[in-house]
């Protein structure tokens, strides 16, 4: 069934737009109605759509009106008198001739034009699966550029804070050192490690702003502060628990399949158009015409003729076009089988797909859980190679790992549980059966 734009529009257009997107249905509202590549597709499907009554045209009548006009000068000819008597016009003057005529054509047997008329229908199945596929993938575009913004504004304050942390070991460094209680090397030590996470910080700072950039780009829109993904995330199993039916639902469902599989079955009606170049063509016509003329040389001669309908049947039957209706044909067959060969790589992939993104999703629930963990162990290590610097049981170099290493696990878990909740986005995505309910869900874990 075709997803038609305007009415989202229409709907979105009733809530006032934001300057910025606050969350993740903001992004969305305002992709949907500035996204270049959406638009793209859709004028592309509409184009394609119009492929139908072209063909259709083909079947239907066809009705002409012809009027032609000519004037002789000179020379001699006749014309028709009032009484219906043929009159010589002799030498001198002009001579006009007006001809009208209607004609009405209607292809009564016309395979070829049949045929191409069935892969019109079928290519613009295909197109509309097409410009589905589309609208699917906006949805994880938008989801993906406004993770990517999230990801990249938690890993730059990591680094904003562990920045203010090396930063206070090299003063804490520095003040030991005048002191008498620790060495220059340390200074050395925690200053190369202060300005080597402020490089850090710069590269994260300028990854955020490329991120932003990414996210305007489909919204069209200034990305401002964005609502953040709630730390307790519901870690459910995809459902159905079965990777096969994944696979399964893809090879039902995915519009990119569906879309390739229409354009082999248009291909397949144009192999049958090309053949039928060799079969004859029978087409019914009506024609009607009148005919008049005068000349100066004789006043009021001036008269129409009777007019003439002309009623029949043109059978047309093609012996030899140069080899042209031959050539057309192993064409339409390369063609089909090009395109039967790309379905073949589509279904493999989304099976793939299918697979990968299934197991995805089932192991990052441990894997976030890991992450988390993590987390919470590096924390209690800094804490415990801090206590010991203090005292003198753990040198500067051990505290900064432990800083790196719980800034390391931290970027580690953030990445994950905002992949974890892209992956079921795309898992979806391969199945078919994405929606703009699948943002509204992950919407609500946004604070």
Not at 340 to 353: C, M, N, P, V
Request: glycine residues 6%.
């Amino acid at each position: 069934m075709r997803v038609k734009l305007l009415p989202l529009l229409l709907c979105m257009a009733l809530a006032p737009l934001p300057g910025h997107a606050e969350d993740l249905m903001d992004a969305y509202r305002q992709a949907i109605a500035n996204d270049a590549v959406l638009s793209t597709a859709d004028a592309a499907h509409l184009v394609v759509a119009e492929n139908v009554p072209q063909a259709r045209s083909a079947l239907l009548p066809q009705l002409s009106v012809g009027l032609g006009f000519e004037q002789i000068h000179g020379g001699t000819g006749s014309v028709t008198g009032p009484n219906g008597n043929i009159v010589s016009t002799g030498s001198a003057g002009h001579t006009r001739e007006r001809d009208l005529s209607t004609t009405l054509n209607q292809p009564i047997v016309n395979l070829a034009a049949i045929a191409n008329l069935r892969a019109a229908n079928a290519g613009r199945d295909s197109g509309e699966q097409t410009y589905r596929a589309a609208l699917q993938n906006l949805y994880v575009r938008v989801a993906a550029a406004y993770f990517n913004v999230l990801v990249a504004q938690d890993d730059l304050d990591v680094f904003r804070s562990y920045e203010d942390a090396y930063k206070q070991e090299f003063n804490q460094a520095s003040t030991r050192f005048k002191n008498g209680l620790a060495m220059a090397s340390d200074v050395s030590q925690s200053q190369a490690y202060y300005l080597y996470i402020k490089s850090r910080r710069i590269t994260a700072q300028d990854a955020l702003k490329d991120a932003q950039r990414a996210l305007e780009q489909i919204t069209g829109k200034p990305t401002g502060t964005l609502k953040k993904l709630r730390e307790d995330l519901p870690m459910q199993a995809p459902t159905p628990a079965r990777a096969q039916a994944w696979v399964d639902a893809a090879m039902q469902s995915n519009p990119v399949i569906l879309a390739a599989r229409y354009t082999v079955t248009a291909d397949e009606h144009r192999v049958s158009a090309a053949r039928a170049g060799h079969l004859p063509t029978l087409s019914a016509s009506v024609q009607y015409g009148k005919f008049g003329s005068w000349s100066s040389a004789v006043p009021g001669a001036a008269a129409y003729g009777p007019g003439v309908t002309t009623i029949g049947l043109t059978l047309s039957v093609p012996i030899f076009s140069g080899g042209l209706t031959q050539s057309q044909v192993r064409q339409a067959i390369a063609r089909r089988d090009e395109d039967a060969g790309l379905l073949e790589s589509q279904r493999r992939q989304a099976a793939r797909d299918a697979n990968n993104y299934y197991n995805l999703v089932v192991d990052g629930i441990d894997q976030v859980d890991a992450a988390r963990t993590s987390v919470e162990a590096a924390r209690k290590s800094l804490a415990s190679m801090r206590a010991g610097y203090e005292i003198g049981t753990q040198s500067l170099t051990n505290v900064v790992f432990a800083i790196e290493q719980l800034a390391n696990v931290q970027t580690e878990y953030t990445v994950v549980r905002h992949q974890f909740i892209l992956n079921k986005l795309l898992l979806k995505q391969v199945a078919g059966t994405v929606d703009v309910h699948d943002l509204e869900d992950i919407n609500r874990l946004l604070l």
